[in-house]
């Protein structure tokens, strides 16, 4: 509850940036989300604009590798990050500052059972994102997830 708080105050303090917050399924992006006043959750926009060819590709399990790059490239060309609308999801795009939602192992491992997720779709989808945020080398903070 507490990093809830820190996160907030965080974008708060930074509302003159574009704002993503990003991390694996089950790290809690959209409870955070409906706490965030103008958040806005990457998947709500993006599907909308997607076929139905690509929404049964990217939606398939396991979680590949190859489905994660079909899924930032869409996403890239599709979304943009404004200003004072933090951005929730799993696509590193261009913006002013990311926060990313820190989640052990042990955690994920808990949260993938509970939600009938499997961990490693959720390890393999982290790895992607923490890749992106290193060829990025925009400004990352990170917040662990309790």
């Known amino acids: 509850m507490n990093e809830i708080k820190n996160i907030k105050e965080f974008i708060k303090n930074n509302k003159d940036k574009r ?3 990003v ?3 089950c790290t809690g992006k959209t409870t955070l989300l409906k706490e965030i006043n103008n958040a806005e959750d990457m998947d709500n926009l993006i599907f909308p604009k997607l076929t139905k060819k690509e929404i049964d590709y990217v939606c398939n399990t396991p979680w590949t590798e190859e489905i994660g790059k079909t899924m930032i490239k869409l996403v890239k060309e599709k979304i943009k990050v404004e200003k004072e609308k933090p951005l929730f999801g799993t696509v590193v795009l261009d913006c002013d500052l990311i926060i990313y939602l820190n989640i052990s192992n042990e955690l994920l491992k808990e ?8 961990f490693k779709d959720a390890k393999n989808m982290q790895n992607q994102i923490l890749n992106e945020i290193k060829e990025s080398k925009i400004l990352c903070v990170r917040y662990k997830v309790i």
């Open 23 to 25: 991390g694996t399924t």
């Open 111 to 118: 949260r993938t059972i509970k939600r009938k997720a499997k």
């Open 19 to 21: 704002i993503i917050v």
